[in-house]
């Protein structure tokens, strides 16, 4: 038993390496009071927002080469973890941005006040699920962002697909939750422990029933992949990403995805790895259970339903949200490899996703602004009467193809990679072949910006220069990334190796 001492030293270290949670904390507690004081301030909480971001973000690069458990090892500070929350806390700062430059959020709802101060609850959560090895944590973690996303997801309420989107959002999460903590409860039964270190150390001591832990482990998957959009917990994306605001959609194809991998791939290497940290980059699970093949499984479904059922859709966020499904399965078919080039690749992947899809979904928004609409068939000519923005979104369609030489052709590039070393040459096939489907439906949308109506009298649609000046940010990284990639193959590797605890 810990004297109390000893339990203060511990605890003022363990809070010494939770500074950019609390920084979060204290900007959403800030935010929160700046609204209530000022609520007539149209953007005062979205410009606190950014500030407590940078500040978490100067935290977090204090943070990088550290690599210890804090809060009795329910906590983990490794740099696996750190680059996955750089990946959230640019998304979050991205998402931020564009919402200035998002009309809907400001003609439909009363205010925008709340809509930053949740955006930061819900950077929160997913830096709060990126680091946890404890179930209950993971849980409650998983439960403090998707609360926030549930408010963010119908925040236009006076919409009617928004409320729909929010509703539908709410009771396919209450389900999956409920899935996943009862997955906990039989984990916790054959285990005797909520912590993944401990229960890694059980695993490797004792026998188990094969039934009840693929049981268990297969009722948690149901949480994970309920918040990476993969097949067969997909069902709630397309509604929401089509009902929600532009940014939110784009916010949870990203940064909620982000933190959804961070922790389904610390939980398979944290609860199955059978050898001595360190020793190989090539994990050897506990028991019998062929993981691999489960989440292979799971890649091809989520890669060909979300491919195949996106060239049917007619509206441009449903598209992207099938893709989104999609993309998913790429990166799944990289976690299916079970070792430190599959995760290396899976964060290159993340870090080139992020800037070319919020940047698709930024178009997206723009040209809502302008025309009102997101259906395909009403961005005929679009090319021509707004020429930047056609070519962005021509190079974010590209990229999310994955064709050269953009940043998602890199990303693709080391997934097929991993998947290919590691000997699943049948998973690489089926990788290549729904790669090749996805052009069609990407095609479409720059078929009708520049061969659909081109003899059109219909006005040029203008834009300020801050929103064109946002939309290089995300369109010149798309560009560069896929040239010079070398410094995010490096952080990437670097950060791959998960911690396993001392």
Known sequence: MLGLDQFIAELNKSISMFLPETALVIAFLVALLLDLMFKKSKNLTGYTALIGFLVTGYFLFKQMNMQSTAFSNMFVIDQFGIFMKWVILLSSIGVVLISFFTNELYEKAKGVGEYFTLIIGMAFGMFLLVGSSNLIIIYLAIETMSLSSYVLAGYTKEV??????????????????????????????????????????FLA??????????????????GFGYKISAVPFHFWTPDVYEGAPVPITAYLSVASKAAGFAILLRFFKVTFLDSVPGNDSVWTLLGSIDWHFVIAILAVLSMTLGNLVALWQTNVKRILAYSSIA??????????????????????????????????????????NNIGSEEIDDYNGLGYRAPILGICMTLFLISLTGLPPTAGFIGKLYVFSAVVKAGYIWLAVVGVINSVISLFYYVKIFRNMYLNDVDSNKSKLTYS?????????????????????????????YSANIFMGK
């Open 205 to 222: 001591a004792n026998p188990v029933n094969n039934f009840a832990l693929f049981l268990s482990v297969i009722m948690i998957l149901s």
């Open 465 to 493: 220069p801050a929103s064109i000046v946002l939309l290089f940010v995300f369109a010149i990284p798309t560009l560069y990334l896929g040239i010079f990639f070398n410094d995010i193959v490096k952080w990437a590797s």
């Open 327 to 368: 993309h998913a399965g790429y990166m799944l078919m990289a976690v299916s490899t079970m070792d430190d080039a599959g995760v290396a690749s899976v964060l290159i992947y993340f870090f080139m996703y992020m800037v070319m899809n919020l940047g698709a979904f930024y178009v997206v928004a723009l040209i809502a």
């Open 160 to 201: 009617k697909r928004a409320s729909e989107a929010s509703l539908k959002y709410v009771i396919f999460g209450a389900v999956s939750s409920g899935i996943m903590i009862y997955g906990i409860s039989i984990l916790f039964g054959l285990t005797g422990s909520l912590n993944l270190f401990e229960i890694n150390r």
